[in-house]
């Protein structure tokens, strides 16, 4: 382990000085608002200070348990220490050249271990960025180049960012679209494999089918330069497809010369309990969109993939100021030594244990919770009205509000608003993330305090009296 003085003050527990949240976020919340634009939302309005390992400390003094990972950002802990070092010595010597006018070695690392690290031995290259949205919209303009063909297809549910294309590849309206159109052009959408929501006897292949029939149909494979797909959806609610169906997309993409782009922005870099989620479905995409994970916390993001797609783009037709900016890339390098030196990706598939076995026991005595689902460290609660499966976003606010007035970040998702979504960092010891899913138990064993507007009135006979 390397050694971090910062880190090792920093106590592992969670600590309720104030309520939540404390006087001094009350007043920078209301300092934000007089500062900037209200379309910036806040999950939860307490001001950091200083994270790492599983917690999180505000500016009251409160150390909250780290379920969200800044949205699965800081897999390997925040301010890990390799990533530290790292930038500390990088910042001292340049901070920026652009690796188009005058290159460095970082840059070049980080391409080589992408190409290493991301799924199947082929030649390949990468490019890098600063966003997630600027990889995902860089993996059309590449598979146009190299296809010559312009239609791009994308899933129910699919979160691919905010961009102007990005969005267009973006499912859900409000509130990543309302009101910004109009979105790019020649984007269709397939049915997703959604084994909660899909018929019992759709399996994957069956799901597949559904989807590539409605491809023929409506696109053509022959107008076709793309399908993107996250391997297990983040923001449009943590969703699992079914066995089969990510493989049967792959082989229609391959035999109709469409390019297979895997998202794994948010899954990728050990999260799911493998280093890329494509690994667990055995597929192996054309080329792979990275970002959140793989810098420690900084901004970097990456387009990888075979090496006759990735070349098809013309000399100097990808690129941008600050993308691979070396500080970013020496975070990047750190990020994927401390993932290999301290086995983050076992880790993941262990917090994976520990989390479902809790979660399927609060289940079992909770028929609100429809679902349990997800890998590694990406785990997900559905949440229902009481013997339905209708979605219940009210509960899944409330229940979000109660864990995180008790001191633990908790995240919302899905089309529906009815998934809390559980990031921790692999960091998190044991213990904290007991604590956490304590907490989680004690919220939805407070029924009565927690009812939604709709249940109240329809589902759920505990709610009645208010
Ligand atoms: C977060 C995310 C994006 C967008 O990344 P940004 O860095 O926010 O632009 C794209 N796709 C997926 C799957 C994501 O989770």
Redesign the pocket.
Known sequence: MVENAAMAELEQRRILKTAIPGPRSLELMARKAGAVARGIGTTMPVFAVEAGGGVVVDVDGNSLIDFGSG?AVTTIGNSAPRVVAAVRDQVELFTHTCFMITPYEGYVAVAEQLNELTPGDHEKRSVLFN????A?ENTVKIARAYTKKQAVVAFDHA????TNL?MALTAKNMPYKHGFGPFAPEVYRAPMSYPYRDDKLMDGEVAAHRATDLIDKQVGAGNLAAVII?PIQ??GGFVVPADGFLPALADWCRANEVVFIA?E??TGFARTGAMFACELFDVVPDLIAT??GIAGGLPL?AVTGRAEIMNAAHVGGLGGTYGGNPVACAAALAAMETIKAENLVARAAEIERIMLGRLHRIQAEDNRIGDVRGRGAMIAVELVHQDSTDPDPGFTTAAATAAREKGVIVLTCGTYGNVLRFLPPLTISDELLNEGLDVLAEVFSTKASMCSPKSSQQHDPSCQRR
Do not use: P
């Open positions: 949205i966003s997630g949205a600027e995902v979160y691919h960012g905010r990005a996250e983040g923001e998202d922005i948010q970002a959140k993001a």
